[in-house]
T-cell receptor, first 114, second 113 residues
Framework: DTGVSQNPRHKITKRGQNVTFRCDPI?????LYWYRQTLGQGPEFLTY????????KSRLLSDRFSAERPKGSFSTLEIQRTEQGDSAMYLC????????????FGSGTQLSVL | AQSVTQLDSQVPVFEEAPVELRCNYS??????LFWYVQYPNQGLQLLLK??????LVKGINGFEAEFNKSQTSFHLRKPSVHISDTAEYFC???????????FGAGTRLFVKA
């Protein structure tokens, strides 16, 4: 168990630029989640994959956000035309099948939009 | 839809004192309940979870939580805290038929010497 890995750890970008984050889940985990966390708040659900299928996307997520999980392995989260309000910690988590299964979180990618 | 309310944003407590972190949830269906902890500069990790059965659940590091269905609560307790327990604690809920885990806003536990 090598844990959930996220890259980069930090990303600073200018408003209007596109950014992409990568998540490598625990290898045998079918489920992969993206959450966003801002200061003083809990993780906010963004989207969820069961293997390679994206099964739900939060209504809070604008069309500028897109996520993929090709071949059910690693996942990428892209934000197009970044805005200052996108500044946050982006967390990836993975789990085995089952709503009762615990989530294993990565250390996150801290995005700062200037 | 589920929601989670953590009633205290910050809880300061002296070392070796008992502590209770409060959590209430709202759901129209059966749920699973979790407490996660986030130590400074670390990722979230599971403390404990309630799935079914005994309403008192024991977790790591001496923490326990009690599920109260009538009050829709899942409060976290520890009889004697240590400096190393200083962290952010998140209560979370997922419905038994779904996949999405919803988190509360968190409670920052600050243990003073």
């Amino acid at each position: 168990d090598t844990g959930v890995s996220q890259n980069p750890r930090h990303k600073i970008t200018k408003r209007g630029q596109n950014v992409t984050f990568r998540c490598d889940p625990i290898s045998e985990h079918n489920r992969l989640y993206w959450y966003r966390q801002t200061l003083g708040q809990g993780p906010e659900f963004l989207t969820y994959f069961q293997n390679e299928a994206q099964l739900e996307k939060s209504r809070l997520l604008s069309d500028r956000f897109s996520a993929e999980r090709p071949k059910g392995s690693f996942s990428t989260l892209e934000i197009q035309r970044t805005e200052q309000g996108d500044s946050a910690m982006y967390l990836c988590a993975s789990s085995l099948d089952g709503a009762y299964e615990k989530l294993f979180f990565g250390s996150g990618t801290q995005l700062s939009v200037l | 839809a589920q929601s989670v309310t953590q009633l205290d944003s910050q809880v300061p407590v002296f070392e070796e004192a008992p502590v209770e972190l409060r959590c209430n949830y709202s759901s129209s269906v059966s749920v699973y309940l979790f407490w996660y902890v986030q130590y400074p500069n670390q990722g979230l990790q599971l403390l404990l979870k309630y799935l079914s059965g005994s309403t008192l659940v024991k977790g790591i590091n001496g923490f326990e939580a009690e599920f109260n269905k009538s009050q829709t609560s899942f409060h976290l307790r520890k009889p004697s805290v240590h400096i190393s327990d200083t962290a952010e604690y998140f209560c979370a809920v997922s419905d038994t038929g779904g996949f999405k885990t919803i988190f509360g806003a968190g409670t920052r536990l600050f243990v003073k010497a």
